[in-house]
């Protein structure tokens, strides 16, 4: 006796394998892209958060970074900042804490974290090959205006960072940390 209408058993059709290929492939793909999108941790930075893109090759002047910042601050999360010196850019610190990369302002130095600890000003000169200075326009943001945090080793470097746009339907508009002893 010839059966013509046999089905083949579930594991050897071909469609319904490349369709479990795909979702597979897509599952990868969304984890792949969520686990490179960071909150914003920080309030002196505009966005609720970012993309982080790879790093390819050395930053360039005005590029938007994510950084480990220096063990001895203590912060598990990754800083975002602007590199605004290059190496072989001159750093110069006047009198009044301010601050200069090739000779034009860069910020004022504060003499207080917020936390009332002292800050010390980076050391002028020159940066030296494979570190950058990383800086925020916000007056109270932690960069290379401090010697803690320094000129930033390309080492140091996650990638470039790709803010998000503000969701305001979800409530994710500029950052959402506030700084301490602030009212919402």
Do not use: Q
């Not at 492939?25 to 984890?31: A, D, M, T």
């Not at 966005?47 to 050395?58: Q, V």
């Not at 970074?65 to 110069?92: H, T």
């Amino acid at each position: 006796m010839i059966i013509t209408d046999a089905k083949e058993p579930p594991h050897a059709n071909p469609r319904g394998l490349r369709l479990l290929v795909c979702m597979a492939v897509l599952s990868g793909l969304w984890l792949a892209a969520a686990s490179r999108v960071h909150v914003n941790a920080s309030w002196s930075d505009g966005a609720w958060g970012y993309f982080a893109l790879p790093m390819m090759g050395a930053p360039e002047r005005g590029d938007l970074v994510l950084f480990d910042p220096p063990e001895n601050i203590g912060s598990p999360i990754p800083y975002m900042k602007r590199v605004i010196g290059l190496p072989g850019d001159s750093v110069a610190v006047d009198g009044k804490r301010r601050v200069f990369v090739n000779g034009v302002f860069a910020g004022i130095a504060k003499r207080r974290a917020l936390n009332g600890r002292e800050l010390e000003t980076v050391a002028a000169g020159v940066i030296p090959p494979g570190r950058y200075y990383v800086h925020a326009e916000h007056p109270d943001s932690h960069d290379s205006r401090y010697r803690e945090v320094g000129l930033v080793p390309l080492s140091r470097i996650r990638g470039r960072a790709l803010p998000l746009p503000d969701l305001p339907w979800l409530g994710l508009k500029g950052p959402l940390a506030k700084p301490e002893g602030s009212r919402p």
